[in-house]
Nanobody, 120 residues
């Protein structure tokens, strides 16, 4: 399966943004899905994950209460609100054959990343 991330952009602090990840060459229904991000000069970090059937979601403490993951057959969406400059990063979606995972190395497929910039 190929993943295509979209929806990044520039937003002011306190604003909202939605990024999406669409599948081609297959459906996402067989995969747990996750979002990770990499800020300039930092390691890629876990943001959130949603289980294969969409029953369970998991979030990093830094985004809990502000970010929401949802999914349908071919798309996973990360809705972000109350954004702050520390959320500035390239956001990557990933697909894992596990039911879900919070661990980057468990992911089999990755999208190309979409840049989110939050200005102060």
């Amino acid at each position: 399966v190929q993943l295509q991330a979209s929806g990044g952009g520039l937003v002011q602090a306190g604003g909202s943004l939605r990024v999406s990840c669409a599948a081609s060459g297959g459906t996402l229904s067989s995969y747990g899905m996750g979002w990770f991000r990499q800020a300039p000069g930092k390691e890629r970090e876990f943001v959130g994950a949603i289980s294969r059937l969409g029953i369970s979601t998991f979030y990093a403490e830094s985004v809990k209460g502000r970010f929401t993951i949802s999914r349908d057959k071919n798309t996973v969406t990360l809705q972000m609100k109350s954004l702050n400059p520390e959320d500035t990063a390239v956001y990557y979606c990933g697909a894992t054959s596990r039911i879900y995972s919070l661990v980057q190395n468990d992911y089999d497929y990755w999208g190309q990343g979409t840049l989110v910039t939050v200005s102060s």
